[in-house]
């Protein structure tokens, strides 16, 4: 129903600058909130930032001002711009979407993931 695709990932060094990239397909009319989740080695997957189809955001308190989180819905991608990275960001980073069905129940569909990686 809807596929989404991760890209963006990488090396970068502690200050440095990712843009990340998640571009959906399928039934995007029905998506609602899409967002970013990350997860560290030995970690649960944690909510990074997340945009409604309307642009109203929320952020983690890890963000610090440092991402943000935008969507282009005509062409049916979320970005996340992360500046200031630390080392601490370093994890797998999944795009995230909310799929509305007919009696408005709702199902999270995922990406697989793109690797980032923050280097001291």
């Known amino acids: 129903q809807v596929q989404l695709v991760e890209s963006g990932g990488g090396l970068v060094q502690t200050g440095g600058s990712l843009r990340l990239s998640c571009a959906a397909s399928g039934r995007t009319f029905r998506i609602n909130t899409m967002g970013w989740y990350r997860q560290a080695p030995g970690k649960q997957r944690e909510v990074v930032a997340a945009i409604t189809s309307g642009g109203n955001t929320n952020y983690a308190d890890f963000v610090q001002g440092r991402f943000t989180i935008s969507r282009d819905n005509a062409k049916n991608t979320v970005y996340l711009q992360m500046n200031s990275l630390k080392p601490e960001d370093t994890g797998v980073y999944y795009c995230?979407?909310?799929?509305?069905?007919?009696?408005?129940?709702?199902?999270?569909?995922w990406g697989q993931g793109t690797q980032v990686t923050v280097s001291s």
């Open positions: 995230n979407a909310k799929y509305r069905h007919w009696n408005e129940a709702f199902t999270d569909y």
